[in-house]
Every structure is written in structure tokens, then in C-alpha cells.
């Protein structure tokens, strides 16, 4: 009787936990879907951000804008004759480059705060978590297409190299999987976030060391071809491609394409365990 009545027990724990998980995955997946259908409240939010942040200033996000253009106009011309590059083929490089880093890097920093900082309206307002992921990764799409208007003086004055043609349509598809990516990573990198507050400071230390080992400022042609491999695989790397070559006029390589694939899988997988386990603890961690 003793074995029938723990066997019993044991049984009905279990079911218990599996109708637990099941739950809690139905609805993590609701709450994206819903997240999705309310993409009017993430944009408005991600709009709002950007207007309270230059509120009472004349020309207004564009100020980050010209901002950008004096370091990175300053910059091609000062590391041509560092690095000693055609300032015809590096410029153009180099402003392109800049971009797209300042839309991964700053989107990265950002996530991590994704839950943390709205703290006090994620607390009062129900909305699905998903909402405070697309408001960060929008914000940061939204100031990327004001800097884009840096590419039009070198569109102009170096129209031999970088050429606006069909490619350049190739910039939206890469602002999708950058989007995406965004997204499965930040459900990951918004929950260690609020859960462990030194993590800000942590990953924002790592982009900065990113940075430098990241072809932006150099090319991969300057390292050895046998240590060329460090820049072809590094995920950093691949993603700014994506901006760069389009805003150029090239397509990026296979091998961009490749490493992109595996990173986009690892982001579904690590968001497909970690957001429906861990969703429901989020509002404890704040």
C-alpha cells in the first residue's frame, strides 16, 4: 500500500509539473503573438523614448546624427593614413561600418535594460514582456534611419566605390534578421538583466572591447591570411555586413550569410527554453 500511495504521489507530481511547463510555455508564446498584434503600443513607446530624450531641442534626434557625422568623417580621414588605405575605398568602409555598430552595439547595451528600466510601468501597466523588447529594438532601428542620412555625402563624393544600386534593397531583409535576432536574444539578455544588475555593466565593458576586434575601423585584408579566420567568424562582424555592404552597393558573402544562420538558430533555441521557463519570475526580479 505504502508503494502504491507514493508511486501515486510521485505520478501526480509529475503531471503536475508537465502541465506546469506546458502552461508556462502557451503562454510565453501568447505573449509574443500578443506582443506582435500590439506593435502600435511598442512603437509609440519607442517614439516617445526618442522624443523625451531630445524634448526642447531644435533639430531633435538629429543631433545624434550630426554628432556621428563629425567622429566618423573625422575618422576616415585620420585612419586612411594610419592604416595607410585609399581613402576612396576606406571611407566609405569606415562610415558604412559605424552604422551598422551603432545599431548592434547600442541595441545590445540597451537590452540588457529592456525590463529593468521601465520598472515602474512594467509594474503598474499589464502588458505582454515581448512589448518592452520590440519598444528597445524599434527606438534603435528608428535613430538608424535618421543616421543614415551620413551616407549622403559619401554616396556623392565617393560614387566611384560605394554606388546606391539594387543592393542597397538588400539593407531591409538585413534589418529584418538584425531585428529578429534582437528580439530572441533580448527575451535572454532583458531577463539575466533584471535578475543580475551588474550584467549592464558587464556587457556594456564587452562591447566596448568588441569594438576594437571587430573589423569596423580596419579590414580584415591587413591581418594574415592565417589569422584572417578571427574576423571572418567573429558575429559581430557578419551582422554589421549585413548594413554595410547594402549601403555601399555589395552584397555580403556567403560566409556572413553562414555565420548569421548559426547565430540566428542559437537565439531561437536559447529563447525557446530560457523566455517560457523563466517568464513568470520577471517580476520578482525588479
Known amino acids: ?32 503573438k500578443e506582443g506582435l498584434v500590439r506593435w502600435r503600443v511598442w512603437y509609440m513607446l519607442a517614439y516617445q523614448d526618442i522624443k523625451l530624450r531630445y524634448r526642447r531641442s531644435f533639430l531633435g534626434p538629429f543631433w545624434l546624427t550630426i554628432s556621428m557625422a563629425i567622429t566618423v568623417y573625422s575618422m576616415g580621414y585620420l585612419y586612411s593614413y594610419l592604416f595607410h588605405m585609399n581613402i576612396h575605398d576606406y571611407f566609405p568602409y569606415l562610415v558604412a561600418g559605424m ?7 547600442t541595441t545590445i547595451t540597451d537590452l540588457i535594460e529592456a525590463f529593468s528600466y521601465p520598472e515602474a510601468m512594467l509594474k503598474q501597466i499589464k502588458l505582454p514582456y515581448s512589448i518592452y523588447v520590440h519598444r528597445v529594438v524599434t527606438r534603435n532601428i528608428i535613430i538608424f534611419f535618421h543616421n543614415i542620412l551620413i551616407m549622403a555625402p559619401i554616396l556623392i563624393i565617393f560614387h566611384q566605390v560605394a554606388k546606391l544600386n539594387a543592393c542597397f534593397l538588400l539593407l531591409f531583409p538585413g534589418l529584418l534578421i538584425i531585428y529578429f535576432n534582437a528580439l530572441c536574444y533580448g527575451l535572454v539578455f532583458s531577463m539575466i538583466g533584471a535578475r543580475y544588475r551588474d550584467i549592464s555593466q558587464i556587457i556594456k565593458s564587452l562591447v566596448q572591447v568588441a569594438f576594437f576586434i571587430t573589423p569596423i575601423m580596419w579590414t580584415p585584408e591587413i591581418l594574415p591570411p592565417s589569422k584572417r579566420f578571427i574576423a571572418y567568424l567573429n558575429p559581430f562582424y557578419s551582422f554589421i555586413e549585413l548594413v554595410r555592404q547594402p549601403l555601399i552597393g555589395h552584397t555580403p558573402t556567403t560566409l556572413n550569410i553562414i555565420v548569421v544562420a548559426v547565430i540566428t538558430i542559437i537565439g531561437i533555441v536559447a529563447s525557446y527554453f530560457v523566455f517560457p521557463a523563466r517568464r513568470s519570475r520577471i517580476i520578482y526580479w525588479l
Open 1 to 32: 500500500m505504502l508503494n502504491e500511495s507514493t508511486l501515486s504521489v510521485t505520478d501526480i507530481t509529475e503531471t503536475a509539473i508537465c502541465f506546469s511547463n506546458k502552461s508556462q510555455t502557451r503562454l510565453a508564446w501568447e505573449d509574443l
Open 99 to 105: 552604422l551598422g555598430w551603432s545599431l548592434v552595439s
